[in-house]
């Protein structure tokens, strides 16, 4: 059975690390037969330092589904629209709006103070800052909207007239996320894993990726979530391993 894990509120806690009561847990996997999986909006670059040199090998699927590796090396990916991704920078320039956008491993920033991930890009320095304009192959769009939400609802209709993103706003973030049409978590999940899989994760990009899991665990008390998941507990390690162990041995694989 495939284990899938969002990282930031459901494995992490304090957006640098995994605790090790969780680590442990993952470790024995195998052992029941599973096989584990990582789905986060964060690139696999900057998931690399959480997850460590052991965890970083298994499947990891980036960016809101915008890209999967699989053992270190780069698998699949779906870029961003050109023509769009170039009607949104000049959107953001002309409002001087703060944004990031993704590769399938470098970046581009604009007002990058202001992103409120910031501290947490490329923690190894791993990676390519260049210019947006120079940024190859882009994969994913943060707009940060916090001094500026009334134009979320422009933004948010130019965005869906032009019909060339998936788009996502984070009220707690203030960020407006912009993906690939059709692309989220659960569409690249799918397109991967021909599988049942159980998912584990906190949050509204979590969504998708519920509503296609045979069993969905809550982590915390995100209240658009709760609707979608079978189960839930405190966003606690200890509660989160102690799940996760449970759920390995209901699912063994005979």
């Known amino acids: 059975m495939n284990f899938i894990f969002d990282l930031d509120g459901t494995l992490s806690f304090d957006g640098l690390s995994i605790d ?14 599973h096989k584990i999986n990582f789905a986060s909006a964060r690139s696999y670059r900057d998931s690399l330092d959480m997850l460590g040199q052991d965890l970083a090998k298994e499947r990891v699927f980036g960016l809101n589904g915008g890209l999967v590796y699989e053992k270190g090396q780069l698998i699949l990916e779906h870029k961003l629209d ?5 009607e949104a920078l000049k959107y953001c320039r002309y409002y001087n709006l703060p944004f990031f ?12 103070d202001y992103i409120p991930f910031i501290k947490m890009v490329d923690p ?17 769009m943060v707009v940060y ?3 500026h939400e009334d134009l979320l609802a422009d933004i948010t209709y130019r965005t869906k007239e032009m ?3 998936e788009i996502t706003y984070h009220e707690n973030e203030k960020c407006l996320y912009l993906n690939p049409s059709n692309i989220s978590k659960a569409s690249t999940i799918k397109e991967v894993i021909k599988e049942p899989y ?3 994760g906190n949050d509204k990009n979590d969504i998708n990726m519920f509503k296609e899991a045979l069993y969905a665990v809550q982590v915390g008390h995100y209240p658009y979530l709760k609707t979608y998941a079978d ?13 996760i162990l449970e759920l390995f041995q209901n699912f063994q694989e005979k």
């Not at 050109?82 to 170039?86: A, L």
């Not at 956008?101 to 990058?112: L, P």
């Not at 791993?126 to 994913?140: E, R, T």
């Open 20 to 33: 090790e009561k969780s680590r442990k847990v993952l470790a024995q996997a195998s052992n029941y037969g």
């Open 82 to 86: 050109y023509e769009g991704y170039q």
């Open 101 to 112: 956008v993704d590769n399938s491993f470098n970046y581009a920033t604009g007002i990058e």
């Open 124 to 140: 190894l320095n791993l990676a390519q800052k260049v210019s947006a304009d120079d940024l190859k192959n882009p994969i994913k």
């Open 145 to 147: 909207l916090g001094n």
């Open 163 to 165: 019909n060339k993103f």
């Open 198 to 200: 159980i998912a584990f």
């Open 231 to 243: 189960d839930q507990v405190e966003a606690d390690s200890q509660a989160v391993a102690a799940k």
